[in-house]
């Protein structure tokens, strides 16, 4: 009964709904129960893991980085961490060393976006010029590519701590990506004009949201030992869809719409609707699935998920929000089929997963939005 259940109730959130179902989820809500015997650890070897991004499906070519492939901004150790492709399987292999932050003058690594599998985009908290921060691109290989600070815009770094992909331009000269500032509360957009980060553009997208405080963030082989060096409130992950910029506004506990943000500056942030405050209570990520609906993590809560209709927010009843994690959830990603998130409250965090039954194995399958 519990994996029936556990089947009907995940099910919308994460794949497309059965031809001649109305999409609501409003039939199909029932108590999950707790995460125990869903996928837990199916990677390890973290210290206090932040954002996740998905590669998105590459051709049948022996690339270094495969679609499937999932990058981990590890935040303890200021590095971005790949673990090859676990679909298929309960996991426990530890994740691998991509790239240093340190290596670069960067600390405190707090986001990924993957706007392809031959592009990793990566934001960090501290470090480069005075200290704001900054976002770095990387090849396939961990290369660096390009990297931009406040030496590149005065004004466009204030500690990131969200990044993501905006997808292209109508006319597909234009890759657009958004930062969030949890230093002075606001979001940025980058207009460049290939994934490699060539001739940046940066439009302040708005301001408004919540300021935070910087962690302590540590280095390889010296990693955190207490989430108490762990940055502080502020805004965080971000997700976009449809001209929209959507913002973990953690430290006011909602989540808000940037409307117009492809093209507009100095919007104001708009709260979404009819979202469940008693669930959405210190949103650190957000992620976009294949119905359209936002799924929203928050770190301090047990429910830790709740999944709302786009563009207002309106909640969706889908079961979701009643799968019992427990708390110190901070990112996550949806591929099809699976919801995979990370653990950030202690050292040893992990990458977790829920698919809609238990007898069905994580996948990294796409199609992906933007992330």
Not at 29 to 35: A, D, I
Not at 247 to 275: I, K
Request: aromatic residues 10%.
């Amino acid at each position: 009964m519990r994996r029936a259940a556990l089947a009907i109730s995940l099910l919308l959130p994460f794949v497309l709904a059965c031809p001649g179902g109305n999409g609501s989820g409003a039939d199909e809500t029932s108590v999950l129960g707790s995460f125990d015997g869903l996928f837990d650890d199916v990677a390890t070897g973290f210290n206090f893991p932040f954002d996740i991004g998905i590669a998105p499906d590459d051709p049948a070519t022996p690339d270094t980085v495969e679609g499937g492939d999932i990058f981990v901004a590890n935040y303890g150790t200021s590095e971005i961490l790949r673990v090859a492709d676990p679909s298929d399987t309960a996991g426990g292999a530890p994740a691998q060393p991509f790239f240093d932050g340190t290596s670069e003058g960067f600390a405190g690594a707090t986001a990924i976006s993957m706007p392809a599998h031959t592009h990793v985009w990566a934001a960090f908290e501290q470090g480069g010029t005075d200290n704001r921060g900054g976002v770095v691109v990387l090849d396939p290989s961990g290369t660096l590519l390009a990297s931009f600070d406040a030496a590149s815009d005065p004004d466009a770094f204030a500690n990131p701590g969200g990044l993501c992909f905006g997808g292209f331009s109508s006319d597909a000269t234009l890759a657009r990506f958004f930062v969030i500032n949890l230093g002075d509360g606001t979001a940025w957009r980058m207009d460049v004009g290939a994934l490699d980060g060539s001739d940046p553009v940066f439009t302040r997208v708005g301001s408004g949201l919540a300021t935070g405080t910087l962690g302590n963030p540590g280095s390889p082989g010296s990693g955190l030992t207490s989430s108490k060096d762990l940055p502080e409130g502020g805004a965080r992950g971000c997700a976009y869809a449809a001209g929209s910029l959507y913002v973990a506004d953690a430290q006011n506990a909602r989540v808000v719409r940037f409307e117009g943000a492809d093209v507009g500056a100095d919007l104001a942030p708009l709260a979404l609707e009819d979202t469940p405050a008693g669930l959405v209570t210190y949103p650190t990520d957000l992620t976009i699935n294949d119905e359209g609906y936002l799924i929203v993590i928050s770190y301090d809560n047990a429910h830790a998920f709740v999944s709302l209709a786009l563009p207002g927010g309106g909640f969706i009843d889908d079961g979701l929000q009643d799968l019992n994690v427990n708390a110190g959830n901070y990112g996550t990603a949806v591929a099809f089929g699976t919801l995979w998130f990370t653990r950030a409250n202690n050292s040893n965090g992990t990458l977790r997963a829920v698919t809609p039954t238990q007898e069905t194995l994580p996948t990294t399958v796409g199609p992906f939005p933007p992330q």
